[in-house]
């Protein structure tokens, strides 16, 4: 909606180059969707059953709900274990495959994928992701940083 706007030059660094960062920028978007939704969700009080370490007697009702609780809270196995499963889906399953367009790590997966017949439509569809996705990782970043204040994440004007 507001025209090319380059100011660093990425367009100058070649096709190849600017496939990568549109790849990166749709995935970091969506990571960042999911980590949005799940401050949200963790911040509402839901949780998963069980445990999330038997050894060391941590359930996952017992992690705090707030940001920085849940990073805190989280046995550094735990997040040994989540960086490793993220790393082998995206090197493994959710591969980007550089013939098909940036973001469609689908495939041939058995998964339930939309496709769009219509460009426009596509085309709408891509960039509202893409805006979403853009929104989510300054959405992020600004409830990381509430939390590094002290603050609330979700509603940082009211205080702890």
């Known amino acids: 909606p507001l025209g090319l706007f380059d100011p660093l030059g990425f367009l100058s660094r070649g096709p190849d180059a600017y496939r990568r960062y549109q790849e990166i920028e749709i995935k970091h978007g969506r990571l960042s969707m999911a980590a949005c ?4 969700v963790t911040e509402a009080g839901l949780r ?8 060391q007697d941590v359930s996952f009702a017992s992690v705090p709900g707030t940001l920085d609780g849940a990073y805190f809270g989280i046995p550094i196995a735990g997040w040994c274990e989540i960086v490793a499963l993220i790393a082998a889906l995206d090197i493994a399953v959710f591969k980007q ?45 600004g409830m990381i940083s509430h939390t590094a204040l002290g603050q609330d994440a979700l509603f940082p004007i ?3």
């Open 37 to 40: 939704l799940g401050v949200i």
């Open 48 to 55: 998963f059953p069980g445990y999330l370490s038997y050894s």
């Open 97 to 141: 495959d550089p013939s098909l367009p940036a973001g469609d790590v689908v495939q041939d997966l058995p998964i339930e994928w939309v496709r769009y017949d219509d460009p426009e439509v596509k085309a709408f569809k891509l960039n509202a992701e893409r805006n979403n996705g853009r929104a989510a990782m300054l959405g992020i970043l």
């Open 158 to 160: 009211v205080s702890k």
